[in-house]
């Protein structure tokens, strides 16, 4: 059974850093691109950060360039987010998804993506 879980998400005062790592299970993670999405209460899904499979392509939304940070690691079937100098703003439930679009088309079209995680709530408060 393909599974896709999230970890790492937590309280943290704005300006801070928390890593995320979404975990594959029942299937190999490169034969897929990977993508984070956000959701905060009363908005739509975003896409965040989205990474090939090879690792070589990344996208960002604009409100996170120079902040965060996707990179993954097929030998342990990880992907990672890592987010630097947190907002209130980022505050969500951020997930993790794979599919074979495009990290463009990816990114852009949350509502066709096929794998989902169960989401990890980042809080940012001080």
């Known amino acids: 059974q393909l599974q896709l879980v999230e970890s790492g998400g937590g309280l943290v005062q704005p300006g801070g850093s928390l890593r995320l790592s979404c975990a594959a299970s029942?299937?190999?993670?490169?034969?897929?691109?990977i993508g984070w999405f956000r959701q905060a209460p009363g908005k739509e899904r975003e896409g965040v950060s989205c990474i090939s499979r090879s690792g070589f392509t990344t996208t960002y939304a604009d409100s996170v360039k120079g902040r965060f940070t996707v990179s993954r690691d097929n030998a342990k079937n990880t992907v990672y987010l890592q987010m630097n100098s947190l907002k209130l703003e980022d505050t969500a439930v951020y997930y993790c998804?794979?599919?074979?679009?495009?990290?463009?088309?990816?990114?852009?079209?949350?509502?066709?993506?096929?794998?989902w995680g169960k989401g990890t709530l980042v809080t940012v408060s001080s």
């Open positions: 998804a794979a599919d074979r679009l495009t990290v463009q088309a990816m990114c852009a079209n949350a509502r066709v993506i096929d794998y």
């Open positions: 029942g299937f190999t993670l490169d034969y897929y691109n």
